[in-house]
């Protein structure tokens, strides 16, 4: 059985946990906009640009969450992908030998979604992980509140 994934210091916080269990000395990186990384396909940076702005805005989102915010967004490009080709070429395909076989990309989109939603957990996409969090108005959290 696998032991539950740590909250960073910030959810906590806003979740209310009790202050012993509280890492007073978690890293805090501060709180810069982060940039869209140019290696994302550009399905992954329009995603990137709809949603990494309101991510940034929540506290959700910082320079260091880069590389970790950037796969969700190619793992959404991905669902995309193959949604659009089930779209076009249908659910199933007829094998040379004449058999219907589900088509590899209803597998691979059920196994990016999986993954879309582990790492979305992390940083608050899902309403059940938001429903854990209570924040304060964002204009009334300060940049200095942050660090």
Not at 42 to 60: D, I, Q, S, V
Not at 122 to 128: D, H, K, N, V
Request: hydrophobic share 35%; charged share 30%.
């Amino acid at each position: 059985m696998r032991a539950r994934i740590p909250e960073p210091t910030h959810l906590k916080l806003l979740k209310g946990t009790r202050k012993e269990r509280i890492n007073w000395n978690e890293p805090r990186p501060k709180n810069k906009r982060p940039l869209c990384p140019r290696w994302l396909s550009p399905k992954a940076k329009k995603y990137w640009r709809k949603t990494a702005p309101e991510m940034h805005r929540l506290g959700l989102l910082a320079e260091l969450d880069v590389v970790g915010y950037a796969i969700i967004c190619q793992l959404y490009a991905h669902i995309l992908e193959c949604t659009e080709v089930i779209g076009a070429e249908g659910t199933v395909y007829q094998t040379e030998t004449g058999f219907l076989r589900p088509r590899p990309e209803i597998k691979l989109v059920q196994d990016l979604m999986k993954q879309y939603l582990d790492f979305g957990r992390e940083y608050g996409l899902t309403p059940a992980s938001r429903s854990r969090i209570s924040v304060e108005p964002p204009d009334a959290v300060g940049e200095e509140d942050l660090d």
